[in-house]
């Protein structure tokens, strides 16, 4: 198997070989429902979102559409999933703000 090739490697236990779930763009943050049978991940492309694909293979859904947010984290950006499926993210609100603080004598 070619592991350069796009996409999402998996590995069946039962049959002890490796497949490619063929996926395009920039993913990251994989990350397995609840019971196994979907793969979340982030992706910039073809936009910025939260998606998921069957682990049996088939098409992706946009679960969020992130076009307007702002990621952060320690990689600009994570996903990870509570219990219920639902998707956590980091989100950068801004740091615009400028304070002055002038310091009076008594």
Do not use: C
Not at 72 to 87: E, H, Q, R, V
């Amino acid at each position: 198997m070619d592991y350069r090739a796009k996409g999402i490697a998996l590995y069946d236990l039962r049959s002890q070989r490796w497949t490619l779930l063929p996926l395009e763009g920039n993913l990251g943050f994989p990350n397995f429902s609840a019971d196994s049978r979907w793969i979340f991940f982030l992706s910039d492309w073809p936009k910025p979102g939260i998606f998921r694909v069957p682990v049996q293979g088939g098409r992706t859904e946009v679960v969020v559409d992130l076009g307007d947010w702002h990621l952060t984290g320690f990689y600009n950006g994570s996903l990870s999933m509570d219990p219920a499926d639902n998707p956590l993210v980091l989100r950068d609100t801004g740091t615009d703000d400028i304070y002055a603080l002038t310091l009076e004598e008594k």
